[in-house]
């Protein structure tokens, strides 16, 4: 059976089709290409409502509930067509300084890092701006920096991978920053509960 894709393109390729029925046609198949459009649409937002609280589930309500109960381990057998699982409650760590965040942002995470002894985490870089055509004084900026007066801005980055692992090594060693310095280094402390299906 032809598919409604094949059906018009069949319709258009006949000449003794009415251009009335060829419009048609291609309506119908206007209409198919919203409706997928909204339905694609509808699916990735319900992906991302059922994302979120699935994240909420493991960061919030099961760590709650496994601290209320007092295990760290529970599992659950397969029931019909759906497979069983085994959820463990973990330390949880994640931290990150966007490279988005304002300047002003950016600097107090980093006079924090230094607080907290991170400072051997992150990688300095220098940026200068040079004016639009201004190539030949870029090729030289290694040779002339320090002659010509160009504007400067130092800029600082840490991998969120690296910066987590320094956080959870500092939280292991019992040196947890203080909920300011977390705020301040995008970083959250806490317990997650880690579900794998058996």
């Known amino acids: 059976m032809p598919s409604q894709d094949e059906d018009l393109d069949a319709l258009m ?20 290409w919203r409706d997928l459009k909204v339905e694609i649409a509808d699916l990735e937002e319900r992906l991302a409502t059922k994302s979120r609280s699935l994240r909420d589930m493991e960061r919030d309500r099961l760590p709650e ?13 397969a029931d019909g067509n759906f497979p ?16 988005g965040w304002p300047q002003h942002q950016k600097e107090r995470a980093f006079q924090e890092l230094d607080a907290l002894g991170l400072d051997a985490i992150v990688k300095p870089s220098v940026v200068v701006t ?25 800029d ?12 959870k090594e500092l939280c292991e060693a019992d040196r ?6 977390l705020s301040a280094i995008g970083a959250t402390v806490g317990k997650i509960v880690k579900v794998k299906l058996l």
């Open 176 to 181: 947890r920053p203080s909920p300011e310095q």
């Open 156 to 167: 600082q980055r840490v991998n969120h991978q690296t910066l987590t692992a320094a956080l």
């Open 84 to 99: 069983g699982a085994q959820a463990e409650l973990k330390p949880f760590y994640q931290a990150a300084i966007p490279v």
């Open 13 to 32: 390729r006949q000449d003794a089709v009415s251009s009335e029925d060829r419009l048609d046609a291609l309506s119908k198949h206007v209409r198919r």
């Open 65 to 77: 509930l496994f601290s209320a109960s007092g295990v760290d381990r529970v599992d659950v057998p």
């Open 130 to 154: 040079f004016d639009r055509g201004d190539l030949e004084a870029a090729l030289k900026l290694c040779r002339e920096l320090q002659k010509r007066d160009l504007p400067a801005v130092l």
